[in-house]
């Protein structure tokens, strides 16, 4: 049976966070193995993610993953995050190394941990966690090579961590060849794939752009004159989620996880369809 996760970011004002839990009352019903909450570029939703976690689990039968970066904190200041998280009662943590605040290259915090291999160890040290970490089947845009890449991944998998996700793809062929790779380099924790059914096709490509996710021909193609119809787009991003999502589950793929951008409609008509998770049908 195909397991599934959604992805959720702190809402920044207070309609957002009505549209934020009318997505996570929407989707709750579906029963995820868990839900992610994330922590924007240089630990700047650290309170809002922290708020969000809290609320889900004193409010919610959800399970969280609270995401946690080392980008722009001291040790000292990511420690006390992670007992923060405990003493709320999280158990599972999406360790990342993080993005910086102006988007530019990595530069470590001169008292901070140097990356997500050291972070992870860290957290495995602490105990306590269950620890998840990112993987790129199309390469980090930092990254040398995708053998780099996946180098990485066995370090952070040494380190401690028990499962990846996947940083969301849109050519489902980059999930399979990457499985492939993987294999090959004999890593055997499970790697969840990541999914972004989304109508806003624009900010998607400059996502993807952001990431190194290739955005094929065929897909710009199917947006292209759309700008102004919300209903076509709808369909044609169910469509395409609905397909890949059915390549993923025909090979094998047994972990799914949508990156909801707070939305929960097309997630859901997706698991829907899919009879994937524990929805009433």
Known sequence: MTSISFEFFPPKSEAAGEK????IGRLAPLRPDFVSVTYGAGGSTRDRTHQCV????????????????????SKTDVDSVVDDYAAAGVQHIVALRGDMPDMGAFQPHAEGYDG??????ALAKRGGFDITVSAYPEKHPESASLDADIDLLKAKIDAGATRAITQFVFDTEAHLRFRDRLAAAGITIPVIA???PTTNFAGAKRMAEACGAHVPQWLADAYEGLE?????R????????????RKLIDEGFENLHF?????????F?????????AAAY
């Open 116 to 121: 997500s291999v050291a972070l992870v160890a």
């Open 228 to 232: 102004e119809d919300a209903d076509t």
């Open 54 to 73: 809290k609320r889900i689990i004193d409010e919610t039968d959800l399970k969280p993953a609270a995401h946690l970066t080392c980008v722009a904190a």
């Open 20 to 23: 934020l839990w009318k997505a």
């Open 194 to 196: 990541g999914i972004m």
């Open 234 to 245: 709808k369909h044609i991003a169910a469509s395409v989620a609905i397909d890949q999502c």
């Open 269 to 277: 008509a997706v698991c829907r369809i899919l009879k994937l998770g």
């Open 259 to 267: 990156y909801t951008l707070n939305q929960a409609d097309l997630t």
